[in-house]
C-alpha cells in the first residue's frame, strides 16, 4: 500500500483560506484536545483534535494555535504555542517539536511555551475587533478565554480593549472541513481500502462457535499492520445482537445458522472510513436472511446512486425508506399503504436510524445539514455514508418466527463529484453471490 501525508504547504494554504474569511483586526484561538486519563496512571492513546490539526498538521497535546491578522489578511502571524524540549520528559514520554520545531518542522512564525500563554496572549487579544473562537467546545478553555477578556477590559485605561465581537470559530472550520480536497480524498481512499481488506479478511476467517471478539482481532490485526487504530468502536453482532444498533460488548460466540453485522472501520492519517457488512457465520444465506438481504442492498445501490450534485442530503435516505417498504410488504413483514407507512413511519419498528452521515476526520463529521429550514445539496467534495438497515427484533411477535432476530445493514463511503457518486469503499463484496462465493473459498 502507497502512503501518503499531507505537506505543510497543504496546513498553509487551510490557514490562509481562514484568515481570508476572518478578515481585518481579528484574531483566532484553538486548542487541541487535552489528554484524557484511562484510569489511575494510565492515559487513553493520545489523538490531536480534529480542526487543530485541521490547520496546523501539529499532533502533540498541550498546544494552542493562533492567527492574528492585522489590516492585511494575506499577511497574518500564525503562532504556535507548544511544550518546550525537556530532555528529561523526552526519555519518558518521547520526543517534543519544542519551539524551534514549531517554526522549523511547522512552519509557525512565531512559536512560545505553553506554559507562557496566559500571559502572551493578552498583548495579541488586545486591540481586536473580532475574536474567533470555539464557545462552547470545552468548559475549561471558555474560563480561561473570559479570564483574558476580562484582564484586558480592566486595562481599558491603558488605552487597550478586548474584542468586541465574538464569532463562533467552527462556522467557518466545520464549513472548511465539510468540502474534501483531493488530497483528502485520496487519504479516505487509503483508509477505505484497509478497511475494505479487514471486512475481507473477516468473511475469509469467520466460523460457528467462533467468538466475536475474536473475529474483530481480525479487524484489528489489518488495522494494526497498516500503522492504523479503529475510527470508533468496533461492532461485532452475531444473531439477534446485530439488531443492537450501537453493540459493542462483542463477546458472544458466533452461531452456525446465524448472520454476523460487522460496522467496523480505520482512520489513516487522522481521516476516518466507515463500513458495515452483513454475512453468515456458515458462508452460506438461509431463504429468508437472503430475501431480506436483497432488499436493504437494492435500497442501498439505489440509495448510492442518489448522491449527485445538486440532489437534497435527504435524497438517499428517501429512497432507500421506499424500496425498503416495499420489500417489507412484498415478504408479508409489514401489510398496509406504502404510502401511508412512510408518512406515519410506522416502518422504524424496523428501520429506526437515518441513512447516513458526513465522513471526514471524524467518523461523524462536521458540517451542517441545512441551511434554515431545507436540507443542503450535495456539493463537489462532501463525503457520506450510505447505511440502510433492517432490524426484526428476536421478541417482536408482529412477525412470524422464521424473521425474528434477523439484523442486516450495508454501508459504504461515497464522495459526491462531477462524474457522479465515488464510492471510496467498494473493495468489499456485498451481493449475496460474491459474499458466498469468497467464504466458499476459505472454507
Known sequence: MKSMKLTQADFQQRRDRLAEQMGPHSIAIIETSPVAMRNRDADYKYRTDSSFFYLTGFAEPEAVAVIEIAEDVEDYTYTLFCRERDREMEIWNGYRAGIDGAIDDYDADEACAIDLLDEEILEKLANKKTLFFRVGHRAEFDARMSDWIKTINEQQRKGQGAPSKIVQLDTLLDEMRLHKSAEEIQLMQIASNISAEAHTRAMQTVRPNMMEYALEAELNYVFGKNGCVPSYNSIVGGGENGCILHYVENNKPLKDGDLVLIDAACEYELYASDITRTFPVNGKFSPEQKA????????????????????????????????????????????????????????????MHGTGHWLGMDVHDVGTYKHGDDWRVYEEGMVVTVEPGLYIAPDDESVAEKWRGIGIRIEDDVVATVNGPLVLTKNVVKSVEDIEALMAEFR
Open 292 to 351: 431480506l438481504y436483497q432488499v436493504v442492498l437494492d435500497s442501498q445501490i439505489a440509495a448510492i446512486d442518489a448522491v449527485k450534485i445538486g440532489n437534497s442530503y435527504k435524497e438517499p435516505h428517501h429512497i432507500a425508506v421506499q424500496i425498503l417498504v416495499q420489500g417489507l410488504l412484498d415478504l408479508g413483514i409489514m401489510q398496509g399503504d406504502l404510502e401511508d407507512i412512510i408518512e406515519t413511519e410506522s416502518y422504524r419498528q424496523f428501520y
